[in-house]
């Protein structure tokens, strides 16, 4: 089961010293030095807030600053936080509560019922494109502004909000049906279940109190930890009900489930665009401000100016955001319906083209990179190695050694078979690990030691313990014939291939900590009486305890390199008077009240000196399903990735070798542990002189680093090929993002397995959560869930690349339709003398943004550059995207000229090859407007799909359909006579075969990179 464990925040001392640090500058200036802890952090921060006052800061923002201001002061009142109190809690009794708590359960909604109208429609009008048309459709309401028909403008605005309305309904739909189903979970029995909630742990079944819990929700470990139930509690009857008590708490405090949620997300291309439309409406009025100049200020000049703006309306196209909409939507169903990535589902279907821009990927470790599942891959005695392939002959050498010690005693001269006796029977009493009898429980779940029989050849047998490399070492003694059968607080038991039980009684236990890097313990063996110490540990840790040798160094170096975890495995036997000798000082040192803990262990280290080494090991942490692949695919994309995990340095370490994350000829610095301002000073400097080396922090350290030179570390870090951050925690991970995010302004992406990984995955901008054994709840608060690490390359190399280049051409083709119109409405009020007459009215103005050209300008959704094999086979073509070139204000400058140049043609043509039939100039400029139209999306398109030459012709269909039923715009023997075919064609011809003519020579002389691998 799961259990909450709080965490208080750490907080360092401010010990500095500025008399040391001022010889040793650090890259910032003395103001920024010479200021204590809190005017440092805000020192940056105060010259970029410095605001602009007065009617330009309202026009350029302000307005929206004060509207959320007054959102802001609202929402606060009427959701002002409540005083967190103490609580009591009743055994039993939950009406005895003074107070009503809220409900344990799981919401990732963003609106309900009240709020779902008048939050789509502030997200929507936040946009200064939507904003801008519903004053421009409210201002048709005012008869002396009025131009054209109001449904030319209130429907294509309606049409844009429905469709945001029913999108944004779907999501919603979606996000409760998958919260009901997490929270209508039962929990009838409190084994083997998740259990989310604040718990307590008062009895068990066990006569010790001991219960092994998961936190795998919390910090991302999926391996079991003891923890041993209150001791007064324990003892009270099994019924705890039954008795009158109560529990008291504190008050809630921060812990590691604290997180920033975003209330939506929006992706960088609709800024650019959205920016992109305040250019074009400054354009806009520029243009309506030189044709009422032209007229001369005559008359109501500002009514004209006016009229004029709504005039040139179409110049920012309504449709922008629809088409996006509906282009996001297709790549969302593209994703999920990719047989190459199954079980993909897209949680947020409005940042798809996020995944083309990525420079960041932040990834879990356990879960995500790994399997969590430890296999023993190595054995090393010095003189000889073993592996996978011969672990058969350490089986038979364990037979025979415990058959020769049943006939005849051990021998005085060590052989190999004694060698491997020795380290096999190391390896299977050093460790934390109990075995586990589920199916012989008796009624009251406990097990009688006169069973023992029976429970050892148990083939339900399970280990439990902290750490899933001591499941693996107990595990391989098993597989090789020495084997755990029980364990309890006092003692334990082995048994031996031919079925004999070895008892050892536990005199001593010396756990695992990061600081001594080894754990040990001293067992008495039942039978002769022998007191031994055994000892296992780190490399680094044990080198300086074991006896001078020669090969150690050397194997640890190899296995490392091999991606393998090593332990060094070492034993003392000890005399009756050593140990009791040892016992009386152990005690002493755990009964002072000073210096208890450095007391303690100096006895314990006065008994770690030459060790007798028996073996190394080496344990591999089975990676996922091509994971080396994969990394490498996205570092040759461009892409930095830097592990946040919340597992020990060494660990971390290890596995950033053994995935690639780490290249093998890559040095790694270790960011040595900093408490304070000096000591960060220094570190930071030995870490600056280092080049192109991947860096590993703890998370204490880079708390102490952030505090105190944050632009300085996030710099130094941003030059790393790879970085590791271990000891994280959630709240870590996702400041850590933020970082990136405000240091670089590069887009960053998270993507994890656990619900430690909620906060990173939310803060990023991107979030991709993994369907895995640490639950859902990763997955659940994602943008984007996926069931194994290898599927984000193809959803990143191809789907990513594609959303954002599809994107990109579709809003700027959508533009050039608005902008091509703009143009020639431009050209024919300047011809008739900068009158404020509308060109195309009402059905006209309607069909030309729908039926006429939406098909043809959607499709480009299907186009692509390159096929998806080669997107893959060239990740190269990944980091173009990431400089932003296929949308910038370069190619929109690109597009103004091509619109303004067929605008122009088109118009100029019109009057002066049917000059003679000048009142069917409407008939013939939109006719050889839609066209161009046509012509120009086949001139966008890289590579055609049946569903865009369908969507053509479709289109073209339905022009030439409705010109019978447009009698109002058009004279039917007009348009079906052979000079006006001829001139039409002629204007279209102009128009276009320029820019085909440009293209061609373009992809000659100067191809972009995709054309060379798609020809």
């Avoid at 936190?215 to 099994?238: M, N």
């Avoid at 339709?817 to 050209?827: E, K, L, P």
Wanted: net charge neutral.
């Amino acid at each position: 089961m799961d259990r909450k464990r709080s965490r208080r925040i750490t907080r360092y001392s401010l010990e500095d010293e500025p008399s040391n640090l001022d010889e040793m500058p650090l890259m910032m200036s003395e103001e920024g030095f010479e200021n204590d802890e809190s005017d440092y952090q805000t020192l940056p921060r105060a010259r970029v807030n410095q605001r602009q006052s007065g009617l330009a800061w309202f026009l350029l923002g302000g307005w929206k600053v004060l509207c959320g201001s007054c959102c802001d002061c609202l929402a606060h009142i009427c959701r002002r936080k409540k005083e967190l109190k103490a609580r009591t809690v009743w055994l039993g009794c939950p009406e005895k509560c003074e107070e009503k708590y809220p409900k344990n359960a799981i919401k990732n909604q963003k609106y309900n019922i009240i709020t779902f109208v008048p939050g789509v429609l502030y997200q929507q009008f936040k946009f200064f494109l939507n904003l801008y048309f519903l004053v421009v459709a409210c201002s048709q309401f005012v008869p002396s502004l009025k131009i054209g028909y109001l449904y030319t403008y209130w429907a294509p605005l309606g049409f844009v909000l429905a469709v945001t309305m029913v999108r944004e309904a779907v999501d919603e739909v979606r996000r409760y049906q998958r919260d009901k189903e997490m929270n209508s979970q039962l929990y009838s029995k409190l084994t083997n279940q998740r259990i989310p909630a604040d718990m307590i742990f008062l009895r068990t079944s066990e006569k010790t109190g001991s219960c092994f819990i998961r936190t795998d929700q919390l910090d991302g470990e999926t391996d079991w930890k003891l923890k041993v139930a209150v001791g007064c509690t324990q003892r009270l009857p099994a019924d705890l009900f039954s008795i009158s008590a109560y529990v008291y708490a504190q008050k809630p405090q921060l812990d590691i489930h604290s997180f920033e949620g975003n209330f939506t997300r929006v992706g960088l291309l609709d800024l650019e665009l959205n920016r992109l439309t305040k250019a074009l409406f400054l354009a806009q009025v520029v243009l309506s401000v030189v044709m009422v100049a032209l007229q001369g200020f005559v008359g109501p000049w500002f009514r004209n100016l006016f009229r004029f703006v709504v005039l040139f309306s179409y110049i920012i196209p309504i449709s922008l955001r629809v088409n996006l909409d509906m282009g996001k939507s297709a790549y969302g169903w593209m994703i999920m319906k990719d047989e190459n990535i199954p079980g993909t589902v897209v949680r947020t279907s409005t940042i798809p083209e996020e995944l083309g821009r990525l420079v960041y990927l932040l990834t879990d470790k356990t879960g995500t990179l790994t399997q969590n599942e430890m296999i023993f891959k190595r054995l090393h005695l010095g003189t000889v190695s073993y592996g996978t392939d011969t672990m058969d002959e350490i089986q038979s050498h364990i037979v025979q050694s415990y058959a020769q010690t049943q006939a005849s005693g051990p021998k005085v001269r060590k052989s190999v078979s004694s060698r491997i006796h020795e380290a096999v029977k190391a390896i299977a009493l050093c460790h934390n690990v109990t075995p586990v009898y589920e199916s012989h429980a008796g009624v009251n779940g406990e097990t009688e030691s006169a069973e023992a029989d029976q429970d050892f050849s148990d083939d339900n047998r399970t280990y439990q313990a902290s750490s899933p490399d001591e499941v693996a070492l107990v595990r391989w003694t098993e597989s090789v014939g020495l084997t755990l059968v029980n364990r309890d607080l006092t003692s334990l038991q082995l048994k031996t291939p031919s079925g004999q039980i070895l008892s050892f009684y536990i005199l001593q236990i010396f756990p695992f900590t990061s600081e001594s890097k080894r754990m040990g313990i001293i067992v008495r063996e039942e039978s002769t009486g022998d007191i031994t110490f055994y000892m296992k540990g780190a490399d680094v840790a044990m080198a300086s305890i074991v006896q001078y040798n020669d090969w150690l160094e050397e194997e640890c170096g190899n296995m490392a390199r091999e991606g393998l975890r090593t332990l060094v495995v070492a034993k003392k036997c000890l005399s009756e008077e050593q140990y009791q000798d040892f016992e009386n000082r152990y005690n002493q040192a755990k009964l002072s009240i000073h210096d208890r803990t450095l007391k303690v262990a100096a006895v314990v280290e006065s008994l770690e000196r030459e060790m007798e080494l028996l073996c190394l090991t080496g344990v591999e942490d089975q990676l996922q399903a091509d994971v080396r692949p994969t990394l490498e695919l996205l570092r040759n994309a461009g892409i930095k990735i830097w592990m946040l995990t919340g597992d020990k340095l060494e660990t971390a370490t290890c596995i950033a070798k053994s995935s690639h994350l780490v290249s093998r000829n890559q040095d790694i610095h270790v960011f040595r542990p900093v408490s304070n301002r000096g000591e960060a000073h220094l570190e930071l400097n030995a870490f600056r002189r280092k080049h192109d080396c991947a860096l590993v922090i703890s998370g204490d350290s880079l708390e102490v680093c952030l505090r105190y030179y944050e632009h300085e570390f996030v710099e130094l870090a941003c030059q790393c090929p790879a970085v590791v951050c271990c000891r994280c925690s959630p709240t870590q991970k996702a400041q850590i993002v933020r970082l990136l995010q405000q240091h670089t302004a590069n887009r960053t992406c998270a993507i994890g397995d656990g619900g430690n990984d909620v906060s990173m995955i939310q803060a990023a901008d991107c979030g991709i959560g993994i369907e895995g054994k640490e639950g859902k709840q990763a997955s659940l608060a994602a943008d984007f869930s996926i069931t194994q690490f290898k599927h984000i390359g193809r959803l990143l190399m191809v789907h990513g690349r594609n959303s954002y280049k599809r994107s990109a051409a579709l809003g700027q083709f959508v533009m050039h339709r608005g902008m091509i119109i703009s143009t020639m409405q431009a050209v024919f009020s300047s011809v008739f003398y900068f009158a404020s007459v509308p060109l195309y009215q009402g059905f006209l103005m309607v069909g030309y943004a729908t039926i006429y050209t939406m098909f043809p300008v959607f499709s480009l959704v299907l186009d692509q550059d390159v096929k998806p094999e080669m997107a893959l086979l060239y990740p190269e073509l990944y980091k173009d995207l990431t400089k932003g070139r296929s949308l910038s204000f370069k190619t929109f400058l690109i597009w103004v000229l091509i619109s303004v140049y067929q605008g122009g043609i088109l118009m100029y043509s019109a009057l002066v090859l049917f000059e003679s039939e000048f009142v069917h100039v409407v008939a013939i400029s939109f006719t050889a407007l839609i066209l161009t139209e046509l012509l120009m999306v086949a001139l966008t398109i890289r590579t055609w799909h049946w569903l865009m030459v369908v969507a053509e012709f479709f289109s073209l269909g339905c022009y030439l359909a409705s010109l019978a039923f447009l009698n109002e715009y058009f004279d039917s023997s007009f348009i079906t006579t052979w000079p006006f075919l001829w001139k039409v064609s002629a204007i279209t011809l102009v128009s276009c075969l320029p820019l085909y003519i440009i293209k061609y020579l373009k992809r000659k002389f100067s191809p972009p990179s995709y054309s060379k691998l798609s020809s």
